[in-house]
């Protein structure tokens, strides 16, 4: 968010600046207000970015228990936002200094620099939550074959390959640096700036839809077999005890019956009772077993549900952001 807000602003102030020429002090005092906020804000969420992703970071580098593949993926992750939470730090005071106490066209070659290391740690966020999606796609769709697919080897491969992505599109806008002309205000053209949405928005979308929508659906379909294999258990263990509770009157009514009980065989009871409880544990073990599957798949899914939430709030918080950035240029 704070990639595409700057570059926003970037763009907005710059145009003025162009209009006006040398900037007026009326025109200076004008674009104060939005960049102390502007400022102020980016403070705050940079403040927010750092404590929360740092504080998860250390969660899973001092928990065992959470060195999986998805959370060595989400480290990477945060690592990335937590880096442009920290630059928030800096380049907050820099905005305010170039573009309330100076001229932002004598400023022209650091603006570019600032928005391609902005790039940088925003595709490299965007690359993140595509590898996520399709990490969890095996995970739930194919999980015999998660090991053999997802190799930790695949998973290092993987995420270079996002820091590799983010790095190749900084480099591609530090390139408008290459014969500029340094009386312009704006050195990358305004076009350019679509490309954010070609290479992030829209195959972050189709590949969170397609992995998260398959298995939502496989998800429901679980859901309609899980029922079945809840009951069924629950009733074979209820017949088994009725058998082995009402064997032992039957045992005892014979023996009260007998005349001699030297000469009653309890052999030919033994047995029964004997397999019947022996067929009432198993049955017992076999329903803790499917318990145990369906709260293990019940996990898997509600944090599927989760990232569903969180893809469904990327999509329309980022919507209106495309919007604009395709409408303005």
């Known amino acids: 968010m704070s990639e595409s807000s700057h570059t926003n602003f970037t763009s907005s102030v710059n145009a003025t600046t162009a209009e006006t020429g040398i900037a007026s002090p009326a025109a200076r005092v004008s674009a104060a207000n939005p960049v102390i906020v502007r400022a102020t804000i980016l403070l705050i969420m940079g403040l927010l970015n750092v404590g929360g992703n740092g504080f998860t970071l250390i969660t899973i580098r001092l928990t065992p228990r959470l060195w999986t593949k998805t959370n060595f993926i989400l480290a990477s992750m945060l690592a990335a936002d937590l880096i442009t939470g920290a630059f928030m730090f800096w380049y907050a005071p820099f905005m305010i200094g170039v573009y309330v106490f100076n001229n932002p066209c004598h400023y022209n070659s650091a603006i570019t620099v600032t928005t391609a290391l902005f790039k940088l740690t925003g595709l490299v966020s965007m690359c993140h939550l595509m590898l996520i999606s399709v990490e969890r796609y095996i995970a739930i769709v194919y999980p015999l074959h998660y090991e053999a697919k997802f190799t930790d080897r695949t998973v290092k491969w993987a995420i ?29 053209p305004a076009e350019y700036y679509l490309l954010d949405v070609v290479i992030g928005y829209i195959p972050v979308c189709i590949s969170m839809f397609t992995c998260y929508g398959k298995i939502l659906l496989i998800s429901w379909r679980q859901r309609q077999r899980v029922q079945p294999m809840i009951a069924n258990p629950a009733s074979g263990t209820t017949v088994n005890k009725t058998e082995v509770t009402t064997l032992h009157p039957t045992q005892s009514s014979k023996d009260d019956n007998t005349e001699d009980r030297k000469h009653n065989t309890p052999t030919g009871t033994g047995p029964p009772t004997s397999t019947a409880a022996t067929s009432s544990s ?4 076999l329903a803790e077993q499917q318990r145990q599957k369906i709260k293990s798949r019940r996990r898997e899914f509600k944090a599927v549900y989760l990232t569903g939430a969180i893809v469904g709030a990327y999509v329309i918080l980022w919507f209106p952001n495309v919007i604009g950035r395709i409408l303005g240029r």
């Open 160 to 188: 270079s390959a996002c820091w590799v992505s983010g790095v190749l599109v900084m480099m591609s806008y530090n390139l408008w640096l290459i014969n500029a002309d340094l009386r312009k205000c704006v050195l990358i």
């Open 282 to 285: 198993a049955s017992e073990e």
